[in-house]
T-cell receptor
C-alpha cells in the first residue's frame, strides 16, 4: 500500500539527548514536511523539502535538524537545544509544492521527556 | 501574519442533523483550501479540498468557499457519531517572496450525540 510511515510511534528523550524521528513515503512525492502539534494549537511547520538535498526552515526550526538524502526519506532530529520537545510530530508529503496540491500525513510520533 | 481562524467548539449536534463548521482567513489572495478530520490521538486526514467560489459536494460533505468574504465552511449532512472529531481548516497562502505555505487553524471539535 502507498503511504507515509513514521516511526517510532512513541519516543522518550532524556536530558541532553538527540533523537531522530523517521519518515518514509512510497508515494513518489517530491515535497515533504515536518509539523509539530501541541494541545490546543494548530500545526506548526518545522522544516520542509521540495526536492532531494534541499530543505528550508519553517516557522519553528530552532532546535531541530533534517536531511533529505533520498526522495523517500525525510528524518527529523530533535536536538538537545530544543528545550520543550514534548509534542505530537507529524510528517506530511505532497506531489510537489504547488499550492493546489494537498498534503497527506503519516500516523505521527509522540515525543515525551523522561 | 497569515491567519486561519476557527471556533474551537465543541460543536454538539444530534445524530442525523447537519453540522456546520466555519473558518475565516486573513489573506484575500489565497487560492487553495482544505478540510482535514482528526480523531483524538490520530493524525489529520484530508476530507475535502476546494479552490473556486461556491459549493463542492462529496458524499455527505459539502465545502463552501466565499473568497470575497474570506471564509470557507464545511457542512456534514446526516451527522453520525463516527463524525465526532476535530476538523482542521487549512489555507494555502501565497508568500511575498514566492512559494506558498499551508497554514492550519486550531480546529473545531465536533460531537455528534445519539
Amino acid at each position: 500500500d502507498g503511504g507515509i510511515t513514521q516511526s517510532p510511534k512513541y519516543l522518550f528523550r532524556k536530558e541532553g539527548q538527540n533523537v531522530t524521528l523517521s519518515c518514509e513515503q512510497n508515494l513518489n512525492h517530491d515535497a515533504m514536511y515536518w509539523y509539530r502539534q501541541d494541545p490546543g494549537q494548530g500545526l506548526r511547520l518545522i522544516y520542509y523539502s521540495q526536492i532531494v538535498n534541499d530543505f528550508q526552515k519553517g516557522d519553528i526550526a530552532e532546535g531541530y535538524s533534517v536531511s533529505r538524502e533520498k526522495k523517500e526519506s525525510f528524518p527529523l532530529t530533535v536536538t538537545s537545544a530544543q528545550k520543550n520537545p514534548t509534542a505530537f510530530y507529524l510528517c506530511a508529503s505532497s506531489i510537489n509544492r504547488d499550492s493546489h496540491q494537498p498534503q497527506h500525513f503519516g500516523d505521527g510520533t509522540r515525543l515525551s521527556i523522561l | 501574519q497569515k491567519e486561519v481562524e476557527q471556533n474551537s467548539g465543541p460543536l454538539s449536534v444530534p445524530e442525523g442533523a447537519i453540522a456546520s463548521l466555519n473558518c475565516t482567513y486573513s489573506d484575500r489572495g489565497s487560492q487553495s483550501f482544505f478540510w482535514y478530520r482528526q480523531y483524538s490521538g490520530k493524525s489529520p486526514e484530508l476530507i475535502m479540498s476546494i479552490y473556486s467560489n461556491g459549493d463542492k459536494e462529496d458524499g455527505r460533505f459539502t465545502a463552501q468557499l466565499n473568497k470575497a468574504s474570506q471564509y470557507v465552511s464545511l457542512l456534514i449532512r446526516d451527522s453520525q457519531p463516527s463524525d465526532s472529531a476535530t476538523y482542521l481548516c487549512a489555507v494555502n497562502f501565497i508568500l511575498t517572496g514566492g512559494g506558498n505555505k499551508l497554514t492550519f487553524g486550531t480546529g473545531t471539535q465536533l460531537k455528534v450525540e445519539l
